[in-house]
């Protein structure tokens, strides 16, 4: 063991720990922090606890400060991380007897915590609009294809007809559970923690509503250890986040198999496909496998984040700050990559819609509502119809429906059971078992058109909050403007 001590920051701390903090806070942090110093110089001179003179001082020269420079800036040790930098920087261009109260009654905890939130409401409604893109253009399928016959699956294997409109209103209705989970999260992310300092407040009186207001949030952290301690924030966020990609993942899976040459339901335009450097004739539909890798990523990362929080003390620790912050930002960059990459390749893409209808018909898929028929024409039970329609289905040799419809007549005739075959034959018919299922949900057309209705109604609604709320943090980001600009401008 060396007898030889380390000044502070020792090299191997330097590199290992500060060295990436400082470039990560350069990356996704500083326009976030010089927004928080701005607010928090006007809401000290609103409060009486600096003067106006200070606080144009430090305005003017957080204004002043070189950002490019701050951005491309190298880790050298100098200071211990981008916001000590910051204040460094500033004290040049303000002084420091001005620049030195900016820290009055704040911590490098709130700020910190205030990044954080300022930054992942961000991603959130990143999210959010990418998802919405990806609606929209699934909705249009769904209009298009409202009737289109396709064979739907159970167990990987066909089960009964349905329509593209259909399954694609599935996804979309999925997708607008993500939208609610996903404002919904927001409005707890966007509370404003600055004013907790360290984790117990100031004894100065701050105003701390008006760093909410400046800062676009919509409420406070009130209890100031919870502001700093808490991080049920994150684990929210990244639970709607996780949750939202397992369902775009298992949705890219069907859309990969579609492709696939024995399916033959889904062709991607040329925009979207990859050749091979040897085989000639590949049509590779690599987006969609992109696209599932790329939310299994966010998927794991947003795991990730839940198990480093995982028994953490309650209270002012790293594991939910600078080292976790990255794979946060890096979950929802990938998420959103995989959500924008599936909604160009499907706005483009066409589908096999005969070949569909073909096997909607195959493999005697209508086969349920020939029971169904049977109960509703004759009153046996279910069980009996069930047993009936079995037998047939099972000692058929082929696909050849009139051939199993003279099948079924005549086992019914040999039961005592009085039913036309015409019944059967329309039983049969895809497009029958379709027409038929008029419940809440169902694919048919007097089932489906109010689905769509609801859905392009709430897709509407879901764009306005979106909109609504960005202008909303853009208005802030005037307010702060103009507050900054009124004490800058002052002349006494």
């Given at each position: 063991?060396?007898?030889?001590?380390?000044?502070?920051?020792?090299?191997?701390?330097?590199?290992?720990?500060?060295?990436?903090?400082?470039?990560?806070?350069?990356?996704?942090?500083?326009?976030?922090?010089?927004?928080?110093?701005?607010?928090?110089?006007?809401?000290?001179?609103?409060?009486?606890?600096?003067?106006?003179?200070?606080?144009?001082?430090?305005?003017?020269?957080?204004?002043?400060?070189?950002?490019?420079?701050?951005?491309?800036?190298?880790?050298?040790?100098?200071?211990?991380?981008?916001?000590?930098?910051?204040?460094?920087?500033?004290?040049?261009?303000?002084?420091?007897?001005?620049?030195?109260?900016?820290?009055?009654?704040?911590?490098?905890?709130?700020?910190?915590?205030?990044?954080?939130?300022?930054?992942?409401?961000?991603?959130?409604?990143?999210?959010?609009?990418?998802?919405?893109?990806?609606r929209s253009v699934l909705l249009s399928i769904a209009t298009q294809y409202r009737d289109?016959?396709?064979?739907?699956?159970?167990?990987?294997?066909?089960?009964?007809?349905?329509?593209?409109?259909?399954?694609?209103?599935?996804?979309?209705?999925?997708?607008?559970?993500?939208?609610?989970?996903?404002?919904?999260?927001?409005?707890?992310?966007?509370?404003?923690?600055?004013?907790?300092?360290?984790?117990?407040?100031?004894?100065?009186?701050?105003?701390?509503?008006?760093?909410?207001?400046?800062?676009?949030?919509?409420?406070?952290?009130?209890?100031?250890?919870?502001?700093?301690?808490?991080?049920?924030?994150?684990?929210?966020?990244?639970?709607?986040?996780?949750?939202?990609?397992?369902?775009?993942?298992?949705?890219?899976?069907?859309?990969?198999?579609?492709?696939?040459?024995?399916?033959?339901?889904?062709?991607?335009?040329?925009?979207?496909?990859?050749?091979?450097?040897?085989?000639?004739?590949?049509?590779?539909?690599?987006?969609?496998?992109?696209?599932?890798?790329?939310?299994?990523?966010?998927?794991?990362?947003?795991?990730?984040?839940?198990?480093?929080?995982h028994n953490t003390p309650f209270a002012d620790m790293n594991d939910g700050e600078d080292?976790?912050?990255?794979?946060?930002?890096?979950?929802?960059?990938?998420?959103?990559?995989?959500?924008?990459?599936?909604?160009?390749?499907?706005?483009?893409?066409?589908?096999?819609?005969?070949?569909?209808?073909?096997?909607?018909?195959?493999?005697?898929?209508?086969?349920?509502?020939?029971?169904?028929?049977?109960?509703?024409?004759?009153?046996?039970?279910?069980?009996?119809?069930?047993?009936?329609?079995?037998?047939?289905?099972?000692?058929?040799?082929?696909?050849?429906?009139?051939?199993?419809?003279?099948?079924?007549?005549?086992?019914?005739?040999?039961?005592?059971?009085?039913?036309?075959?015409?019944?059967?034959?329309?039983?049969?018919?895809?497009?029958?078992?379709?027409?038929?299922?008029?419940?809440?949900?169902?694919?048919?057309?007097?089932?489906?058109?109010?689905?769509?209705?609801?859905?392009?109604?709430?897709?509407?609604?879901?764009?306005?909050?979106?909109?609504?709320?960005?202008?909303?943090?853009?208005?802030?980001?005037?307010?702060?403007?103009?507050?900054?600009?009124?004490?800058?401008?002052?002349?006494?």
């Open positions: 063991m060396s007898n030889v001590t380390s000044s502070f920051p020792a090299p191997i701390y330097r590199e290992q720990v500060l060295a990436h903090i400082f470039a990560d806070a350069q990356h996704l942090f500083l326009p976030s922090l010089l927004e928080i110093d701005r607010a928090h110089a006007v809401m000290l001179y609103r409060s009486g606890i600096i003067t106006r003179e200070t606080a144009s001082a430090c305005l003017q020269g957080i204004d002043a400060l070189k950002l490019e420079e701050l951005r491309s800036a190298i880790y050298d040790g100098s200071v211990e991380d981008l916001f000590f930098l910051v204040e460094k920087q500033l004290a040049d261009i303000a002084g420091e007897e001005h620049a030195g109260r900016l820290h009055t009654a704040r911590s490098r905890n709130d700020i910190d915590l205030t990044m954080y939130r300022m930054v992942l409401r961000s991603n959130l409604l990143g999210i959010l609009n990418a998802s919405l893109e990806l289109a016959l396709m064979p739907a699956y159970t167990h990987n294997q066909p089960a009964q007809p349905t329509t593209l409109g259909h399954y694609m209103m599935a996804m979309i209705e999925i997708l607008e559970r993500d939208a609610e989970r996903l404002i919904a999260c927001f409005a707890r992310v966007n509370r404003n923690p600055l004013g907790a300092c360290a984790i117990t407040t100031t004894g100065f009186p701050i105003q701390r509503d008006i760093t909410m207001r400046l800062l676009g949030f919509n409420g406070l952290v009130v209890n100031s250890y919870g502001a700093i301690a808490a991080v049920d924030y994150l684990a929210e966020a990244c639970s709607a986040l996780a949750t939202a990609m397992l369902s775009l993942g298992r949705f890219a899976q069907d859309m990969l198999l579609w492709s696939t040459a024995e399916f033959n339901f889904l062709r991607l335009s040329n925009g979207y496909v990859q050749i091979s450097s040897i085989m000639p004739q590949k049509r590779n539909p690599v987006p969609l496998e992109h696209t599932r890798i790329l939310a299994s990523r966010a998927l794991t990362e947003s795991h990730a984040v839940l198990g480093s929080l080292s976790l912050q990255p794979l946060v930002a890096l979950a929802f960059s990938d998420a959103q990559r995989a959500l924008t990459l599936i909604a160009g390749a499907l706005s483009e893409a066409t589908f096999n819609t005969e070949h569909m209808q073909q096997r909607a018909g195959s493999s005697f898929l209508p086969v349920t509502e020939v029971a169904d028929t049977l109960v509703r024409e004759t009153g046996i039970s279910f069980h009996d119809a069930h047993t009936i329609v079995s037998a047939a289905v099972k000692s058929a040799t082929s696909d050849d429906v009139p051939a199993v419809v003279n099948d079924l007549f005549q086992r019914t005739q040999e039961a005592g059971i009085n039913i036309a075959k015409e019944k059967l034959q329309q039983a049969m018919d895809p497009e029958y078992f379709v027409a038929i299922r008029t419940i809440t949900g169902g694919p048919a057309a007097s089932a489906m058109q109010p689905q769509i209705e609801h859905a392009s109604q709430q897709l509407q609604l879901d764009q306005q909050w979106l909109a609504a709320t960005r202008a909303n943090l853009e208005e802030a980001k005037v307010l702060l403007h103009r507050e900054c600009e009124s004490i800058i401008q002052f002349h006494p």
